[in-house]
């Protein structure tokens, strides 16, 4: 039973961080649809990633994700506001936050933060026309979903706390 539960309260958080992101996107006229379903895509990923077996795994997990995405923010807001997508342009950044994330001791965000460049890059170079905005939107996604996913861990530590009383009390 207790492995069913904890997957219904990651899907419910999934659904909740999806329907919240795509919420809040739709009401600038500007966000496409696309760009919508991609910042709900982008908010589920984050709430997946920060839903750990424990509270102190979860914020871990969630300072990670964070410090990831704004290395990621950083260097791919800086150059879309200056150049447009191009392969060798992404490639550049992710080594560069490659570099950045192990001069603040955090290599193991590494991975993370090329994925988020990645993504935040190709998808600025399929919406060229308004490529600088993708860091700022994938920024946003990402906190909606390491909230939500926090949220998650500490419902489920609720629910897993009330059936280990529960059992406790029964004869």
Known sequence: MGIVARALVLSTACFFSYDLMTLILHYPD???KDD???????????TVFVYQESATQSVRAALSRMAA???SFSLCLVYLLFFPFHVWG???????GAIIVTLIQQ????ITTGITTAVVMVVAGLSP?????????????TLVGVIVGLVAVKVWQFINRSNVQEKASEP
């Open 36 to 46: 919508r379903m991609l910042g709900g895509m982008w908010a589920v990923v984050a």
């Open 129 to 141: 026309e308004s490529a600088w905005r993708q860091p700022i939107f994938r920024f946003v996604d």
């Open 90 to 96: 992404m490639a550049l950044l992710i080594g560069l």
């Open 69 to 71: 995405t704004c290395v």
């Open 30 to 32: 500007s966000v496409s």
């Open 107 to 110: 290599p193991q965000t590494g």
